[in-house]
T-cell receptor, first 114, second 114 residues
Framework: AQSVTQPDIHITVSEGASLELRCNYS??????LFWYVQSPGQGLQLLLK??????LVQGIKGFEAEFKRSQSSFNLRKPSVHWSDAAEYFC????????????FGSGTRLSIRP | ETGVTQTPRHLVMGMTNKKSLKCEQH?????MYWYKQSAKKPLELMFV???????ENNSVPSRFSPECPNSSHLFLHLHTLQPEDSALYLC?????????????FGPGTRLTVL
């Protein structure tokens, strides 16, 4: 069955430090992968998505993610975090052609240390 | 008002009450979604509407009743809820149901069932 695993429930990094959030997926075909961010009191916002082509995907707010088929991973990275990046981050995989088939991970909460 | 709006933002109700959640999108989208976000659980898709027609009901209990009078408005009618229904209810919309189209989320309604 298709699934998404975010192994880290909560991560704290210092402001200005680099960030990597892990995501592993299980899907038989070529996956469509997404990263969303949810700031406190807000809905989810799409950061980036991978459908095909270059395995390094650039997104908004300075984020990028790398698709690694051999590791079934789609980790999110940012070279230098800002206090405003504190939020919950969700990885997702589309298990079909419809948006209704998007499966979300449980999320990783990111805290920023001043 | 732009984007996806939801009202009310917070709702406390007893198990015998009847209430409704409202979602409105000003993006000209044709697909609308209801999601349930519970603590420590992945986002759960509840209902999908496409051009005002319900296309998916993910085994949601009948105490949740959606309504989509037009492509811009989506309601979730609630009656005889249970305490375990307490959660953040998110509305989203997209141009079409295709997974390629970004879903835009509202800020959610925080529901507490006493």
């Amino acid at each position: 069955a298709q699934s998404v695993t975010q192994p880290d429930i909560h991560i704290t990094v210092s402001e200005g430090a680099s960030l990597e959030l892990r995501c592993n997926y299980s899907y038989g075909a070529t996956p469509y992968l997404f990263w969303y961010v949810q700031s406190p009191g807000q809905g989810l916002q799409l950061l980036l998505k991978y459908f095909s082509g270059d395995t390094l995907v650039q997104g908004i707010k300075g984020f990028e993610a790398e698709f690694k088929r051999s590791q079934s991973s789609f980790n999110l990275r940012k070279p230098s975090v800002h206090w405003s990046d504190a939020a919950e981050y969700f990885c997702a995989v589309a298990a079909g052609s419809s948006a209704s088939k998007i499966i979300f991970g449980s999320g990783t909460r990111l805290s920023i240390r001043p | 008002e732009t984007g996806v709006t939801q009202t009310p933002r917070h709702l406390v109700m007893g198990m015998t009450n009847k209430k409704s959640l409202k979602c409105e999108q000003h993006l000209g989208h044709n697909a609308m979604y209801w999601y349930k976000q519970s603590a420590k659980k992945p986002l759960e898709l509840m209902f999908v509407y496409n051009f005002k027609e319900q296309t998916e009901n993910n085994s949601v209990p009948s105490r949740f009743s959606p309504e989509c009078p037009n492509s811009s408005h989506l309601f979730l009618h609630l009656h005889t809820l249970q305490p375990e229904d307490s959660a953040l209810y998110l509305c989203a919309s997209s141009t079409t149901r295709d997974r390629d189209n970004e879903q835009f989320f509202g800020p959610g309604t925080r529901l507490t069932v006493l």
